[in-house]
């Protein structure tokens, strides 16, 4: 294969007030024609800076580039001239960013913006690129194209501007697309259009990609080579199939393994330990081999080299040095051991007793003068005491109002909430406030930046007067902070000392202050890097048993929502569409917008992923009348109309025929 | 958006009344009458209130006023025998606009270029540098500005006349006066409006293009930027109206500021409310345009059928 692009030993730092910041230290790579190489990391692992010096875009003056070169057609991108950087932007190396709304500029039409890059590289007439630009946007599947480029960007939906940036990129047919998380801020079935238009497109332009994520699931969608990095350094690199399956760096393999299995049923998930070291201080050594429990004894001394597996396959890590091989051996035979031991799953016991009703819920909001903007639209659920229902969905389909008008953040338009059987929206308790709390989200907005931690967890407690002194009040505060992970020592400090997954806690902290019967969480590990994901949710699962909580876990990440829900409901445009038990639901879905999202759901498995058939989004009746949930077998419930019903259980039967 | 812009009117009127009214009032409080020189007799007195309508009952006053108000009758003064108020301002409001314009263009380019620059040289002697000329600019009161010129520049130096209004050099230094804190306002904003807008990441996507370094300020920078700048437009024009009154009457520019200041120091009623009332409806018409301007600007507003920015 032709190798298009080297990279070899590039340091890139940032000088800050607190001294240089060395985010890559020493990146090696190659980039071949028609291919798609996938760069997956922490947030803060490199990623997006090296990827960004590529096309001589690091922020200046305060980054820069320590050494190393970048070779581009036989020219080093690190030390040409501006002018010369700028033949190459657009035209022959583009990029696309994460997200679309962000990145179009509000104020042009995006007839203008696409032109622009045109204009500049080819020696063209503004006619003719007028229609090169509506060729484009039917080229990523934009319709009435012509029409539509006299548009500005806030009149398109956040998956067709994500085309539209792709278009942009690809206006002058470059070489080298790099593509900085571009599916991460979208839904998972725009995601997967957007996926395979990236896919189409690198066929029929044979351009090499650079595809930045930290998506497992993705990358094995789309890539044909994965590089992992950690802490400014890429520590795997190699064929797709070789890095899932066979991978060698401690870092990878906990990373593979934090995420949740949909095939099977787990548990606790896998974690990686502690978080990332900050690159203002890079440990020496291998800078993960604080957080591997099974470090060797120069992980800390020396960096490791790059060691080749196979031709295609090289990983940073003692390990693969001869003289470890014994060692490597044993851990191998370790984990062995543990993961047979965790192989038993206790069934967990669910009570009968329904903890909360919800019956016809409506929230209506209103938009302008005379429309009504219906966020929840007529549901109904049941929850039971102890188990965790889940609530999916894309973004506004009204999982978040639907958590929120429960708590009364909202007033309800209709509807009844019972709570043991009290209706909630009829009397303003205050005693069921501190039954139930709430997680929210971003761990960085929700935690008041001028209180002490101490305070944030202890204001519930403040409200209700659950302590009798205040040595006793900072006596429950340790206590919360231990269960949650945390030390007394942390009791003092403020938010922003916090890392992301320990803020996440301190949130959860706060919701337990109170003794809360039920949680309802709203996406409470979306912002949140894939190894402290599954910190947090094993945390959520120990608390659950430890507590006997009943939660409300709504989130848009399917697999999660699996792994943690004991039922799962399934949202779309305002009402419930699917409910059933989380394993029924995942191998037995009914509805056709349940199998539609069920089927666009990347899964961390290259070959999985090559089998992959993306079911469209079916029709059905939900405007009609006649349309409700109905129970098709034992507790799986299907939005329908009278006559689907029927098709629904002779399908239902038949399935369960051939197991 | 034609509903819009009558709403947006009939709005103004409202507020012109409630204005109207609470100059009619207030200075029915202010202390004396015009006519309180001792050497006039009662009888003179007298017959001169019944001239000027001011031995009517109050309401009927009142409503005599806003019903001559109506058809741009502001009255008579009280100070040049017969001569309307309308008149007045008619006479003097050229100068005073000219004066007022020229400050505002003037301000506004140099603090825009300024307020750029500074932001394109973040944390650099260039930005200092311009900060401490928008932080002078912002703290030093105009009437002083105006002295420190008219002595340096106008009688020590000589480049400059230091009062009257005879030709263009005559504007040059009570423009500088007004147009400070025009210059200062918006290098501060527009230094912080830009330095938001160059980390916006479709200003990086505009370099990936590859378009040059000044179309990317330009094209893509300038025109977001300006966006919450427009809100300022108000309250400046409203500070450079304010500020010609002082300025005016130290240059000696016989413009409506002057005139205003003059009126006040005779109790001349009827071109006191004038006046008053005239740079209320001034202002209240700056508010509308800048309203509009925001949809001429953003075509996020512009579509959705006008209305303010949200959270302005």
Known sequence: MERILSVDDLHISFDTYDGEVRAVRGVTFDLYKGETLAIVGESGSGKSVMSKS??????????????????????DITKISNKELRELRGSEISIIFQDPMTSLNPTMTINNQIMEGILVHQKITKKEAEKKVVSLLELVGITNAADRVKQYPHQFSGGMQQRVVIAMALACNPAILIADEPTTALDVTVQAQVLELLKDIQKKMDTSIIFITHDLGVVANIADRVAVMYAGKVVEIGKTDEVFYNPQHPYTKGLLAAMPDLTIDQEELKTIPGSPPNLL??????????????????????????????ETHSAATWLLHEKASKVTKEIEGKQRVKIATSDQIAKKEIGKEKLLEVKELKQ??????????????????????????????????????????????????????????????????????KDIQMIFQDPY?????????????????????????????????????????????????????????????????????????FIIADEPISALDVSIQAQITNLLKKLQKEKNLTYLFIAHDLSMVKYISDRV??????????????????????????????????????????????????????????????????????????????SYRSKSEDTALLV | MKKYIASRVGYMLFTF????????FLMQTLPGSPFNDERLSSTQ?????????????????????????????????????????????????????????????????????LGIIAALRHNTFIDYGAMVVAVLGLSIPNFVLAGLLQYWVGVRLGWLPVAFWEGFEYSILPTIALAAFVVATMARFMRTEMLDVLGNEYITTARAKGIKEYTVILKHGLRNAMIPIITILGPLTVSLMTGTLVVEKIFSVPGLGE?????????????IMGVTLFYSLLFIIVILIVDLLYGVVDPRIRLSGGGRREGK
Not at chain 1, 368 to 392: C, H, M, P, R
Not at chain 1, 408 to 417: H, I, P, Q, W
Not at chain 1, 466 to 495: D, F, I, Q
């Open chain 1, 54 to 75: 590529i096309m001589g875009l690091i922020p200046k003056p305060s980054g820069r580039v320590v050494k190393g070169t970048i070779k581009y057609q036989n020219r």
């Open chain 1, 281 to 310: 201080y890079p440990p020496p050594g291998d800078a993960f081999s604080l957080r591997n429990e099974h470090a060797l004894k120069i992980d800390f001394l020396h960096d490791p080299p790059m060691f080749k597996v196979t």
């Open chain 1, 364 to 433: 209506h909001f209103k938009g302008g003068k005379n429309s009504v903007i219906k966020a929840v639209d007529g549901v109904s659920f049941d929850i039971y005491e102890g188990e965790t229902f889940g609530l999916v969905g894309e973004s506004g389909c009204g999982k978040s109002t639907t958590g929120r008008t429960l708590v009364r953040l909202y007033d309800a338009t209709s509807g009844e909430v019972y709570f043991k059987g009290v209706d909630i929206h009829k009397k303003n308790v205050l005693n069921l406030n």
């Open chain 1, 445 to 517: 907005s929700s935690l008041n930046p001028r209180w002490t931690v101490a305070d944030i967890i202890a204001e519930g407690m403040d409200i209700h007067g659950l302590y009798t002194s205040k040595a006793n009040r900072m006596e429950k505060v340790y206590e919360l902070l231990k269960t949650v992970g945390l030390a007394e020592e942390h009791a003092n400090r403020y938010p922003h000392e916090f890392s992301g997954g320990q803020r996440q806690r301190i949130g959860i902290a706060r919701a337990l202050a109170v003794d809360p019967k």
């Open chain 1, 569 to 646: 409901g399934v949202m779309y445009q305002g009402k419930l569409v699917e409910v059933a038990d989380s394993d029924e639901l995942y191998d037995n879905p009914l509805h056709p917008y349940t199998k539609s999202l069920l089927s666009a759901i990347p899964v961390p498995d290259p070959e999985v992923e090559k089998k992959r058939i993306r079911i469209p989004k079916g029709e059905w009746a939900i405007e009609s009348e006649d349309c409700k949930l109905r129970e098709i077998t034992d507790g799986h419930w299907v939005a329908c109309t009278e006559d689907e019903l029927d």
């Open chain 2, 17 to 24: 009344l409630i204005i109207a009214t609470f100059t009619f």
């Open chain 2, 45 to 113: 007195k007298e017959v001169l209130n019944e001239r000027y309508g001011l031995n009517e009952p109050l309401s009927v006053q009142y409503f005599k006023y806003l019903g001559n108000i109506t058809k741009g009758d502001f009255g008579v003064s009280f100070q040049f025998d017969g001569r309307s108020v309308s008149s007045i301002i008619g006479e003097r409001i050229g100068v005073s606009a000219i004066l007022g314009a020229q400050s505002l263009i003037a301000g506004m380019i140099i603090g825009l270029f």
């Open chain 2, 259 to 271: 005139q205003f200041v003059k009126s006040i120091l005779t109790n001349d009623y009827p071109v």
